[in-house]
């Protein structure tokens, strides 16, 4: 059975190829500190150790890219206490934990981030939430973006979480400059697509530097945005050779502006001709979550070699003890 075997990520081991993918709990503080009910929520849905690996709900990098009430921060050192008990708590449970760090861009709204203006490549919103178009970013915050992820995964990394991974998909920031839906600029950071990947490959460099050579990083993409007029998969093979030359160590595939699924699509893995494409372009693990129910549908889709890794989320978060059963199917 490929789903109990282990997998290697640069130096992390895995004891499984199960992920608990990144879903917002929602029970941070008002200024995004980890709280008792987000440590509870972890250590019931990880108790076991039956998850090879947990990737964190996604922490904001800074105050303006807040995403919503109830989202973790990783904006500043005062973080990094409760940011330990997490990593601990995971830990404690048996399983690998990565830290997702994200700028929400015109996915933010002024009531969550004390009235700051939402952001993004261009004054462009994001197709399903059309009434929040941001400001155009200028050049000089487009060039200090890198160092507020790099600070960030500075601070995951001294929390003792065990790789960091950047947050570049379902339209927040980074993939408002990937996605051509988003972003229509002329200067260097527009129009091409090696113009639109820049600012990614910009914070992957910036994050490396922070972290050094040996320390997990993860990209999350939104590889395909499967609209008209957007992203395509071919775009997104192209994308991932270039992150894994840059160095990313695991890629996680996941939808565009179409957000966490494809209209149309309600089979497991609905992402998987993107994942598989992708899969066989590069040499490091990659990640598939959508649509994944039981451990027979994860098992196929390794099989097939849609993905490395299979995400299943929504499915663990209706039964906390799903990990424990679908491993115990699999014997």
């Keep these: 059975m490929l789903l109990k075997t282990p997998l290697q990520v640069k130096h992390l081991t895995l ?3 199960l992920v608990l993918p990144p879903m917002a709990s929602k029970t941070s503080t008002a200024d995004g500190q980890v709280t008792d009910a987000m440590l509870d929520y972890y250590r019931s849905i990880c108790a076991g150790g039956y998850i090879g690996l947990v990737i964190t709900e996604h922490a904001y990098i800074h105050m303006g890219g807040k995403a919503g009430p109830g989202q973790m921060s990783v904006a500043e050192d005062e973080m990094i206490g409760g940011l330990t008990c997490l990593a601990d708590t995971v830990h404690s449970c048996g399983s690998k934990v ?44 487009i060039k200090a973006m890198p160092a507020l992820f790099a600070a960030a995964a500075r601070r995951a990394k001294a929390a003792g979480f065990d790789g960091v991974e950047i947050h570049a998909c379902h339209g927040y920031l980074l993939n408002q400059f990937y996605s051509p839906l988003t972003n229509h600029r002329t200067d260097d950071y527009g129009g091409s697509l090696d113009n639109r990947l820049r600012l990614i490959c ?9 972290v050094g050579a040996d320390y997990p990083i993860a990209l999350r993409l939104g590889g395909c945005d499967y609209t008209y007029g957007g992203s395509t998969i071919d775009d997104a093979v192209y994308a991932c050779k270039v992150f894994a030359e840059e160095g990313v160590d695991l890629l996680d595939l996941s939808g565009g502006m179409c957000s966490f699924s494809v209209p149309g699509r309600a089979y497991a893995g609905f992402f998987s001709d993107m994942s598989e494409a992708v899969k066989a372009a590069v040499q490091v693990p990659v990640m598939l979550t959508g649509g994944v129910w039981s451990a027979a549908n994860a098992e196929k889709l390794l099989q097939k070699g849609a993905a490395d890794l299979i995400g299943v989320g929504r499915a663990q978060l209706r039964d906390h003890r799903w990990a424990e059963k679908a491993l115990c199917e699999c014997r």
Excluded: D, W
């Design 15 to 17: 004891h499984n190829r």
């Design 98 to 141: 990565i830290c997702q760090i994200n700028h929400a861009g015109s996915g933010t709204n002024p009531n969550f981030t004390g009235g700051l203006q939402p952001i993004g490549p261009s004054a462009v919103g994001h197709p399903k939430k059309t009434a929040n178009v941001p400001r155009e970013m200028t050049l000089e915050e």
């Design 202 to 210: 910009e914070v992957i460099r910036a994050v490396r530097s922070e």
